[in-house]
């Protein structure tokens, strides 16, 4: 379990199970933002945790060691959600920037800002696996 509070710091635990009672243990802490965590997320194939805050960036950590690899850069307010594609490589942010971007998570560069919107984006999904399509 990763937990994310308003003093921008994330909070890791590990869940255990006894028969039927759950209980959690602190395994490690990370000083991620300078304030407001607003959603903290695992990648598909786990090796990597997305978090997203006030301040208007979103870092990518590594799970084996929670080490800092990006600090992800381009909105101008608040970063209220995070979804990572299936395969982990690309992630997609909605800001109250009224914008929606689409980054490379290994080099953490910008592949293209979403405009147009007329008010903050506070929501997103991604589904980006497609089975079966027609041929046109």
């Not at 090796?47 to 990006?70: E, R």
């Not at 594609?85 to 293209?112: C, E, F, M």
Request: proline share 3%; with cysteine; net charge neutral.
């Amino acid at each position: 379990a990763v937990i994310g509070n308003y003093t921008g710091n994330c909070y890791l635990w590990k869940v255990l199970t006894n028969a039927e009672i759950l209980d959690l243990k602190p395994i490690s802490f990370i000083s991620a933002h300078k304030s407001f965590i607003t959603k903290v997320l695992l990648s598909p194939d786990s090796m990597k945790l997305a978090t997203a805050s006030k301040d208007g960036t979103i870092k990518i950590w590594s799970t084996a060691d929670y080490s800092l690899l990006q600090t992800l850069q381009g909105h101008s307010r608040w970063v209220w959600d995070v979804a990572f594609s299936a395969d982990s490589a690309y992630l997609v942010s909605a800001s109250s920037d009224q914008t929606a971007r689409l980054w490379d998570v290994k080099n953490g560069g910008l592949i293209r800002p979403y405009t147009g919107h007329e008010k903050a984006l506070t929501a997103l999904v991604l589904n980006d696996f497609v089975e079966n399509i027609p041929a046109i």
